[in-house]
């Protein structure tokens, strides 16, 4: 693990700490949308949502083009991909864990399990 | 499968996974409470959970050590933090430097909440693990990709003999 990963996956989770800015991605991850046409659905300055656009644009979640006067933003499947496989891998691992509970439960004789229960008691 | 119900929170860096079990709620706290039971579920196949110290008691600590096909421990240790019997514990779960089990204070400690509730099937768990920062998270899995990639294999086994 390079310290530029985590640099970036620093930059992933404060990005994604916010519900506003969870928001746009998700809206821009649909398609691309023009900064103003945000700032309509959010109810917010354009100044605001600029501001949140730029956060989620150095994270990598995002990325920008100007079209004439516009500047348009779709947001990044893969960087967002990254932030949830993260979460997934540790799910991968309790997955594991559960599965090999159950199977021991399953395995143990239950009448042997009661009698040492019994013991301890 | 016994896992009905997994969640991700991004924000708080939590993981949270329900499981629906078979067997009385004693009967999967012994699981826990019994170290050569922990054995056998805690480290997967490829890398057995050996239990050193084991003390299921509020401020208590269980060591233990996860061995590698290549014979390579890797240390790790809980702080118990509180005890609910049967129903309820919590602990940290962090990394050991070495056979000492000195905390590896340079390692990610995660915060864990194990809840385990009668249901008429038999225990619903609840197992909740929050890391502080999204460079624990990051580090922990780095750790773990080795454990982790074995056991998508037998995830895929499992999924196959289901």
């Known amino acids: ?121 | 499968m016994p896992v009905t119900d997994v969640h991700h929170d991004l924000d708080t860096r939590t993981l949270t996974i329900t499981a629906d079990f078979a067997a009385p709620v004693h009967r999967v706290w012994e699981v826990y409470a019994d170290p050569r039971r922990l054995e056998q579920v805690w480290g997967p196949p490829t890398h057995p959970a050996t239990f050193v110290d084991h003390e299921l008691a509020p401020g208590g600590r269980m060591t233990y050590f996860m061995t590698s096909p290549e014979g390579e421990r890797y240390y790790a240790y809980w702080t118990v933090t509180s005890v609910d019997e049967p129903r309820r514990f919590t602990f940290d779960d962090g990394f050991a430097l070495d056979e000492t089990f000195a905390p590896d204070t340079s390692m990610p400690v995660s915060h864990n909440t194990y809840d385990f509730t009668p249901t008429e099937a038999g225990t619903r768990a609840t197992f909740v693990a929050t890391y502080e920062s999204a460079e624990g998270l990051e580090k922990v899995l780095a750790m773990g990709v080795v454990e982790g990639s074995s056991l998508a294999i037998n995830q895929i086994d499992d999924l196959l003999a289901a």
């Open chain 1, 1 to 121: 693990m390079s310290s530029s990963d985590e640099d970036r996956a620093d930059a992933w989770f404060r990005a994604l700490a916010d519900r506003t800015r969870r928001d746009i991605l998700r809206r821009v991850l649909a398609g691309e949308h023009s900064v103003s046409a945000l700032a309509q659905h959010h109810d917010m300055s354009f100044a605001a949502v600029q501001k949140h656009v730029a956060v989620l644009e150095r994270a990598g979640l995002l990325s920008k083009r100007r079209e004439g006067r516009k500047a348009l933003a779709s947001g990044d499947v893969e960087a967002v991909r990254s932030v949830g496989r993260m979460l997934t891998e540790l799910e991968a691992l309790w997955r594991g864990r559960i599965s090999r509970i159950d199977e021991l439960l399953a395995t143990e004789d239950p009448t042997t399990d009661q009698t040492t229960a019994q013991k301890e008691r």
